[in-house]
């Protein structure tokens, strides 16, 4: 748990959304959900021949079920990665869909709630409430989540992570909300904090199970998701040639390796300088392919042009953030303000600037 002078940290990672990655390209058909073994491929019968000796009968008998055995084994290997793209389309949209909001609240609270752990001394001043966390956001990750697990086969650890961490997100989500009402309604002000006092212990405990599950959940998503996402890269690669598509996935795989990378205190500054400039080179390398769209009017480079300027903004907010931390440039007193908050993000160089651009770089790639 971060903790800072009793009020909670900001997470560096807390928000940074995760990429979706569709279905292998090479899969021309979309299956059915694995929820039951696949149909033997039946086999096919051939006009009578002309009956051949004991052995070679046996010997095709014997070959023709290793046949079988590798076509059943084929479809249940498919059956098994349609299973794994399903269950984590679900998870990643989920975790979309409610991760930052729950953050987002619990910031906001703890920007008034000067000691988080202790919670309202009733004497403060000011007083924010808390952000309110959409049922129908929380409804939906439900209901996908729900439906992923029921997917066969299990695909755990995967699937244990995430029944952990939806649980906890419906609980912290209802002690938010429960909070959210009473401070948005002005209660406090006639029971003199009273009830925000007994409700705060209880969003407390749920935070404390809530993070823990959040980073796990994150991280078990991030681990995942490179590795289909390098096995797609090289599979669009060798089918396709570098494509607009190509270039978009490669964009997004370099920006989560330097964020990863440069929101740390301390790093290898030209190492990461090196790492934004690749990725401003595949920009690059992306312009003419745009260019080629636009000449057949073809409207879709619209949503490709969209993606190379925020990636463009991104390069600029990754540079800004390696130049600050490699020349030691301090934080103004007004920008100080600002860290650890909901406005971080517009403070040049600090971390909340450079995920606002990420997440917005992947909110473009995931509308492609």
């Known amino acids: 748990m971060d903790f800072k002078n009793g009020s909670v940290a900001w997470k560096k990672g807390a928000i940074a959304l995760c990429i979706a990655l569709a279905l292998s390209a090479c899969d021309n058909k979309k299956e059915e959900p694995s929820s039951s073994a696949p149909t033997p491929t039946p086999v096919q019968s051939t006009p009578q021949q002309a009956e051949k000796p004991n052995g070679e009968n046996a010997q095709d008998d ?43 609240s619990i910031n906001r609270y703890s920007s008034w709630v000067k000691d988080f752990e202790k919670g309202p001394t009733g004497k403060e001043s000011t007083v924010y409430g808390l952000y309110a966390i959409h049922q129908n956001s929380t409804d ?24 952990s961490y939806l649980a906890a997100a419906e609980k912290v989500s209802t002690e938010i909300n429960a909070l959210n009402r009473y401070y948005d309604q002005g209660d406090y002000t006639d029971d003199k904090f009273a009830k925000g006092k007994e409700l705060h212990p209880k969003l407390l405990a749920a935070y404390k199970a809530f993070e823990p599950a959040s980073k796990a959940f994150s991280q078990a998503i991030s681990e995942i998701n490179d590795e289909r996402q390098k096995a797609h890269l090289k599979a669009m690669e060798e089918s396709e040639g570098k494509t607009l598509s190509y270039y978009s996935l490669a964009i997004m795989m370099d920006a989560k390796s330097i964020n990863r990378m440069i929101e740390e205190d301390t790093f290898d500054a030209e190492k990461s300088l090196a790492m934004v400039s690749e990725l401003q080179n595949k920009i690059e390398s992306s312009r003419p392919l745009i260019e080629e769209r636009k000449k057949a009017n073809d409207t879709s480079y619209i949503s490709y042009d969209s993606l190379l300027r925020q990636a463009d903004s991104y390069a600029k907010a990754a540079k800004e953030r390696i130049r600050r931390v490699r020349d030691k440039e301090p934080y103004s007193r007004g920008e100080q303000m600002n860290l650890g908050t909901s406005g971080e993000w517009m403070v040049n160089g600090s971390v909340g600037k450079l995920i606002k651009e990420y997440n917005s770089l992947v909110g473009d790639y995931n509308r492609l």
């Open 140 to 163: 939906s990750c439900q209901r996908g989540v729900t439906k992923a697990l029921d997917i066969k086969p299990a695909f755990n650890p995967m699937d244990e992570i995430a029944a």
């Open 62 to 104: 014997a070959k023709a079920k290793a046949e079988e055995a590798a076509k059943q084994a084929e479809a249940e290997k498919q059956n098994a990665e349609q299973a794994v793209a399903e269950k984590m389309q679900a998870y990643i949209q989920c975790y979309n869909s409610i991760d930052s909001s729950i953050h987002d």
